[in-house]
């Protein structure tokens, strides 16, 4: 018994001895200003009043404060890691409007070979939001939720250069309660994701495909009730084809094309979604640059379409043009200036002004802070 103890301890001190542990904590803080944040149509027409941007649209100076840590062990052929992210937004115009999140996340590797490996993870994250998003259409979704998470998989070569990530998942997702509704939803599926790599000059191009086919599956009822009053059964497949094309050792611009298919159970709510995405990526040794724009287009397959004289023979159809900019430059070893723009404008042939839900918005912010590192 001594001695199998004493191997047991011996084998936990060679592995102490033997991991390797990085550890890391950013800070970063920045002020800027959103515009629109609850993403509600600019003028809607109810019980005999017309209603506009004045009355409707909300918008405020804010103070972003976020954390990111994160922790990581390897030994042998293992490798752990574990982050925890917690930020808010702090609407200093509509205080009661400001809001926290938290995200954290478990990770775990297991590499067989140099080329495959066994992953899985557990996530964890909760929105403290108060509020309606203005974006819903078929369900009252609350801004307010929280998120539980887990997936399982494989990384491995398909062909020489080629990098291969399959993995199942499940997420079962509780927005808070709004008034006496409340909503949740159950979901599963496969998210892959293939990545086929060859140089040119010594710059290495990428080409692939990102995707997944999942099930959710949703219940509506009264918060005040056991019983399920309503359902909602949808599959999605999307799938996501890129190509990243180095200009130089520092730039790189990747276009991409987007196919997005949800399907109803009941013939109703579904929709294709498609369009063409550019996004840029530079590094150097002090400054690092994100941006991106998209132009996408839905089509519902059974929703009218409405104006204010009622439906106008044509089926729902919204188009998205996003852009997002993110950049940071080091002034320091461990501190950096950072800037941030986002925005999205939602366009769609549905005008009737008696309704809020399906309508078009706009959407956008910019701040710019700082960011530390530890």
């Given amino acids: 018994m001594r001695t199998i103890k004493f191997t047991l301890i011996a084998m936990l001190f060679?592995?102490?001895?033997?991991a390797q542990v990085k550890q890391g904590l950013e800070v970063e803080t920045q002020s800027g200003y959103e515009y629109n944040y609850f993403k509600s149509p600019t003028e809607v027409h109810q019980n005999g009043v017309i209603y506009t941007e004045k009355d409707l649209v909300e918008s405020s100076i804010y103070q972003d404060i976020m954390l990111d840590y994160d922790y990581r062990k390897k030994w042998g052929e293992n490798r752990i890691r574990f982050s925890i992210a917690p930020s808010s937004r702090v609407f200093y115009q509509n205080l009661d409007d400001s809001y926290w999140s938290l995200l954290a996340r478990a990770k775990y590797d297991y590499s067989f070979t140099k080329t495959t490996k066994l992953l899985a993870q557990m996530s964890f994250k909760r929105m403290n939001r108060q509020g309606l998003d203005g974006a819903q259409d078929l369900l009252i979704n609350p801004l307010g939720y929280t998120n539980y998470g887990v997936k399982s998989g494989l990384e491995f070569e398909l062909a020489e250069n080629n990098e291969t990530t399959v993995m199942a998942f499940y997420n079962f997702k509780n927005f808070d309660e709004y008034g006496v509704r409340d909503l949740q939803f159950n979901e599963f599926g496969i998210q892959f994701r293939t990545q086929q790599e060859f140089k040119v000059n010594d710059l290495k191009h990428k080409y692939g495909l990102v995707g997944y086919i999942k099930k959710r599956t949703y219940d509506t009822f009264n918060a005040s009730e056991t019983t399920s009053d309503g359902e909602r059964n949808w599959g999605y497949?999307?799938?996501?084809?890129?190509?990243?094309?180095?200009?130089?050792?520092?730039?790189e611009v990747k276009p991409s094309f987007v196919y997005y298919v949800r399907s109803d159970k009941n013939d109703y709510s579904g929709?294709?979604?498609?369009?063409?995405?550019?996004?840029l990526k530079f590094d150097n040794k002090k400054t690092k640059i994100r941006s991106g724009l998209s132009y996408l287009t839905r089509n519902y397959a059974s929703i009218a379409a409405k104006d204010n004289n009622g439906p106008t023979g044509e089926k729902i159809q919204y188009n998205y043009l996003d852009i997002t900019f993110d950049a940071e430059h080091q002034i320091e070893e461990n501190l950096s200036?950072?800037?941030?723009?986002?925005?999205?404008?939602r366009n769609?042939?549905?005008?009737?002004?008696?309704?809020?839900?399906?309508?078009?918005?706009?959407n956008q912010y910019i701040g710019i802070g700082v960011k530390w590192e530890f």
């Fill in 348 to 362: 769609t042939n549905y005008t009737d002004l008696d309704a809020r839900s399906f309508r078009g918005y706009r």
């Fill in 237 to 251: 497949i999307k799938m996501n084809a890129f190509y990243k094309y180095p200009v130089s050792k520092t730039l």
């Fill in 337 to 345: 200036i950072t800037a941030t723009v986002y925005s999205r404008v």
């Fill in 271 to 279: 929709f294709k979604q498609f369009g063409p995405a550019i996004a």
């Fill in 14 to 18: 060679s592995i102490t001895l033997t």
